[in-house]
T-cell receptor, first 110, second 114 residues
Framework: DAKTTQPPSMDCAEGRAANLPCNHSTISGNEYVYWYRQIHSQGPQYIIHGLKNNETNEMASLIITEDRKSSTLILPHATLRDTAVYYCIVKKGGSEKLVFGKGTKLTVNP | DAGITQSPRHKVTETGTPVTLRCHQTENHRYMYWYRQDPGHGLRLIHYSYGVKDTDKGEVSDGYSVSRSKTEDFLLTLESATSSQTSVYFC?????????????FGEGSWLTVV
């Protein structure tokens, strides 16, 4: 599975959009980009995933560049409850493994 | 939220004793997983199951065994607990390994081996 690179930490003001970047320059054609988050002491929570098109759900939007080498997770109106570690993961179909890196610690400030 | 229940949620046990953690799902998903999470290592796959009585090892399987006698239950056993197995254990489930399929996690079981 391709490796991902994320900034270790980011801050965001409450009510503003949080844009979390992820670099996955070695991604291959059959690998999806997944985003999970982990709020302190809880299990990882699935947010969104995509292959090459931009995706949106009730939690977030995922923007994948045309060359698929990077992506951005957007939380449109961050709240204090969005403070968490966000993991960008690349996974191919047929693989049982989700490989978690260190993620980005997002702190939403009042 | 996916219907995943882990038990016990917290346990303290002594070195050398056997410990079993249970994961129960109500989603009828084929795949079930056990991960552990430790500071500095992130989440690591211990074992997974791809059906009743069908299991395979993950990257950190030494010292652990698993069993799956029913679709809904996946048990993780530490035959003789050691202090290095003090960790948070997460169960996860997924419907398939098809591209784009999602893995959902339980709330975790905190195990302390003293």
């Amino acid at each position: 599975d391709a490796k991902t690179t994320q900034p270790p930490s980011m801050d965001c003001a409450e009510g503003r959009a949080a844009n979390l970047p992820c670099n996955h320059s070695t991604i291959s054609g059959n690998e999806y980009v997944y985003w999970y988050r982990q709020i302190h002491s809880q299990g990882p929570q699935y947010i969104i995933h995509g292959l090459k098109n931009n995706e949106t759900n009730e939690m977030a939007s995922l923007i994948i560049t045309e060359d698929r080498k990077s992506s951005t997770l957007i939380l449109p109106h961050a709240t204090l409850r969005d403070t968490a570690v966000y993991y960008c993961i690349v996974k191919k179909g047929g693989s049982e493994k989700l490989v978690f890196g260190k993620g980005t610690k997002l702190t939403v400030n009042p | 939220d996916a219907g995943i229940t882990q038990s016990p949620r917290h346990k303290v046990t002594e070195t050398g004793t056997p410990v079993t953690l249970r994961c129960h799902q109500t989603e009828n998903h084929r795949y079930m997983y056990w991960y552990r999470q430790d500071p500095g290592h992130g989440l690591r796959l211990i074992h997974y199951s791809y059906g009743v009585k069908d299991t395979d090892k993950g990257e950190v399987s030494d010292g652990y065994s698993v069993s799956r006698s029913k679709t809904e239950d996946f048990l993780l056993t530490l035959e003789s607990a050691t202090s290095s197995q003090t960790s948070v254990y997460f169960c996860a489930i997924s419907e398939s390994l098809q591209p784009g399929n999602t893995i959902y996690f339980g709330e975790g079981s905190w195990l302390t081996v003293v």
